[in-house]
């Protein structure tokens, strides 16, 4: 292992032999610090392209949403492996943060050695993980969405909002951002924001969004036991609809009747069926890898008028992926 980060821990002794043992090698320790100011949107892309092209021939482990001491606090641990390299990422959900001056949300990769089954490095990558995330939804964008949509609609004005903005402007050519917040003043703040940025943008009703958007994206912490963000009926033909909030049982953003109209796409169809927005699909429903679309194994949008519907309940190996691909631009390798 060549490491350029920090490294902490005892050095065992050294075994028999010329070199060190495994077991004396250093842990990695990457700080949220060094990630942050390593990751942007096309590090982010070009991760999540791999690792949505890994889920085709290569295994691909379902996510566990549990929580903490605290029911309030929540995490997931989301497990991933490739042909070189493996590793889990704990996903974390602490609202009493902010009484801390903290983020909310926070994200640790832990990176295995192959040789000895241990603990290689840690990387903390909680702002990484939210151009993860929106990296996702870009990539279901270029997939899927008509190529003459500008016009964009966000639901959502929380800590992710801004990044799926980001993340999909970069792959379309968006000239309006029509934003949705739980209330009108948040929404209005969202918008604020998003026009010093450089963004056309302006706060809206959630009819309105709809019935004007080329795409929708949803990133919000909504659940099931509240009334949808919309109405399936006000979603137009040739709509994209991306779907990031929903990834753990219970939560909803969608209108269950909009996938009687919509063809839908996902990350891994068991997940998406059991923690992701399809746990609320018709049975009947078919759920498409979204990798099987980059790769050319599935069709996506057939026509200008098809609905779709990208699904995003998060895996894995979209963590190792980013997480390999801020270590090479830190030329670390495992």
């Not at 980060?5 to 043992?21: F, H, I, L, Q, R």
């Not at 609202?95 to 983020?103: S, V």
């Not at 969608?254 to 699909?281: T, Y």
């Amino acid at each position: 292992m060549h490491a350029a980060g920090s490294a902490t821990g005892p050095v065992p002794a050294s075994s028999t032999g010329s070199g060190p043992s495994p077991a004396a090698r250093l842990l990695l320790h990457i700080t949220e610090e060094q990630t942050a100011a390593l990751v942007d949107e096309d590090l982010a892309l070009e991760a999540a392209r791999a690792a949505f092209a890994a889920t085709v021939d290569g295994t691909v482990f379902p996510s566990l949403a549990v929580h903490g001491s605290d029911p309030r606090n929540q995490f997931t641990l989301k497990p991933s492996a490739s042909a070189t390299h493996a590793g889990v990422k704990i996903g974390t959900y602490w609202p009493g943060n902010t009484e801390h001056g903290l983020p909310r949300h926070h994200s640790t990769l832990l990176l295995l050695d192959q040789t000895i089954g241990r603990i290689a490095a840690v990387l903390e990558v909680g702002a990484a993980n939210a151009y993860r995330t929106a990296a996702a939804d870009a990539l279901a964008v270029d997939l899927l969405a008509r190529a003459g949509t500008t016009t964009l609609a966000i639901f959502g004005t929380g800590h992710q909002a801004g990044y799926e903005v980001a993340a999909v402007s970069r792959i379309r050519p968006i000239g309006e951002i029509l934003v949705v917040g739980r209330t009108a003043e948040r929404a209005e703040r969202m918008a604020a924001v998003l026009a010093a940025q450089g963004h056309t943008a302006r706060s809206v009703g959630a009819e309105e969004a709809c019935a004007r958007a080329d795409v929708i994206v949803t990133a919000t912490a909504a659940r099931a036991d509240t009334p949808p963000l919309f109405e399936a009926a006000w979603v137009r033909p040739g709509t994209h609809v991306s779907c990031m909030g929903a990834d753990a049982p219970g939560k909803r953003e969608l209108p269950p009747e909009l996938f009687a109209r919509a063809r839908v796409f996902c990350d891994l169809p068991e997940q998406a069926r059991r923690m992701g927005e399809s746990q609320h699909a018709p049975a009947q429903t078919v759920l498409t890898p979204l990798g099987e679309v980059l790769t050319q194994r599935a069709t996506g949008r057939t026509d200008d008028s098809d609905i779709t519907v990208f699904d995003s309940s998060g895996i894995g190996v979209q963590d190792l992926y980013l997480g390999l691909a801020l270590l090479k631009k830190m030329d670390i390798s495992l």
